[in-house]
C-alpha cells in the first residue's frame, strides 16, 4: 500500500478489507482493541495522510456470530480529498457472507450556510490586532453590567471580522497572483542578466509567497483540527483535505424519521431536526 500510494499522482481509492481495526468502538463481544493492534494501520494513515471516508449504516463490517468488527473500509488520499470530499461508504446487509458489502455513494453538496465566527491564529499575529481590540472596548458603557460587556464583545468580534476581511480575505488568490508575477520576473530575469531592479524585486516576492504561504497553512491547520503536524513543512494540501474530511463528517447525509422513512435532501433533514426540537420545547413547556 505504501509503495502504491509513492506513485499514485492522482485522485486514489482504496476501499475493502483491511483486516484491522483502528478505534476502540470497532470491535463487539471480543477482546478489548489494544494500540499494537492498531498502531501499524494508524502510522500508514499519518505518513501517507490518507483519509477515512464517511459511512453510513452498519456499524460492523465483519462477524463469526459471536464477534463484530469494522475492518472494511473506505480510504482515499489527499487528491481525492480536494477533488471530490462529498462522498461516503454505505455499508450494507451481509447476506450470505461473513463481511458486509461496501458501497459507495456520491453525495448532494449540501449548500453553503451561515458559518459561526472564528478567530484564526494568523490574525492575532497582525501587529495591529491589541489596537483594534482596544478600540473596540472602549465607549460602550450601558445602564447594565452585562449589557455592557455584550456590547464590548461584540464589538470586538466586528472589529476582528473587519481585520481579517483587509488582511486576510482570499489569501490563496494573494499566493496565486504572487506566484504569477515571481514567473513574470524570473522569466524577464532570464534576458536581463544582474539587474539590480529585478533582483530586488525578485527577493521580495519570494518573502511574500513565503509569508502568505505560513497564514494558509495556518488557517488550513487550524480548520482541519490536526494537532500532530507542524507548521512549516509545506503541509497546506493536507491539511486542506483533513478541513474537507473534517467539513463532511459533520454534514448530516442522511436521517430517519419515526415512521422508518429514510431522508436524503438537505432541506427535509432540516425540517425534521426542526420539528423534532421544536415538539419537545412544546412538550417541556
Not at 464590548?152 to 472589529?159: F, H, Q, R, S
Request: some cysteine; proline content about 2%.
Amino acid at each position: 500500500m505504501r509503495q502504491i500510494h509513492s506513485i499514485q499522482q492522482g485522485p486514489w481509492l482504496a476501499m475493502g478489507d483491511y483486516n484491522v481495526v483502528v478505534h476502540p468502538q470497532d470491535r463487539l463481544c471480543g477482546t478489548d482493541v489494544r494500540d499494537m493492534e492498531t498502531k501499524d494501520f494508524k502510522e500508514y494513515m499519518r505518513d501517507t495522510g490518507m483519509n477515512e471516508l464517511q459511512y453510513v449504516g452498519r456499524n460492523y463490517t465483519w462477524t463469526n456470530n459471536h464477534t463484530y468488527s469494522r475492518i472494511d473500509r473506505g480510504l482515499v488520499n489527499t487528491t481525492w480529498m480536494m477533488t471530490m470530499p462529498n462522498v461516503k461508504v454505505q455499508v450494507l446487509e451481509p447476506m450470505v457472507s461473513d463481511h458486509s458489502p461496501l458501497k459507495l455513494e456520491i453525495c448532494q453538496a449540501q449548500g453553503k450556510k451561515n458559518r459561526p465566527f472564528k478567530l484564526f491564529n494568523c490574525i492575532a499575529d497582525h501587529p495591529q490586532f491589541m489596537q483594534h481590540i482596544e478600540e473596540a472596548w472602549k465607549d460602550r458603557s450601558t445602564n447594565g453590567r452585562m449589557q455592557t460587556v455584550w456590547n464590548n464583545l461584540k464589538g470586538v468580534k466586528e472589529a476582528i471580522k473587519s481585520l481579517n476581511t483587509q488582511h486576510y480575505k482570499g489569501v490563496d488568490g494573494k499566493i496565486k497572483e504572487i506566484r504569477r508575477k515571481l514567473q513574470r520576473i524570473q522569466e524577464e530575469m532570464s534576458s536581463k542578466l544582474q539587474n539590480k531592479e529585478l533582483i530586488d524585486k525578485e527577493k521580495e516576492l519570494k518573502g511574500e509567497l513565503e509569508k502568505w504561504g505560513k497564514i494558509e497553512e495556518s488557517i488550513y491547520r487550524q480548520k482541519s483540527r490536526v494537532q500532530w503536524l507542524k507548521l512549516g513543512d509545506s503541509n497546506s494540501a493536507y491539511f486542506y483535505s483533513q478541513m474537507k474530511n473534517r467539513n463532511h463528517l459533520n454534514e448530516i447525509q442522511n436521517l430517519t424519521n419515526e415512521v422508518g422513512t429514510q431522508l436524503m435532501m438537505e432541506e427535509d433533514i432540516e425540517a425534521e431536526i426542526l420539528g423534532y426540537y421544536k415538539k419537545i420545547a412544546w412538550i417541556k413547556s
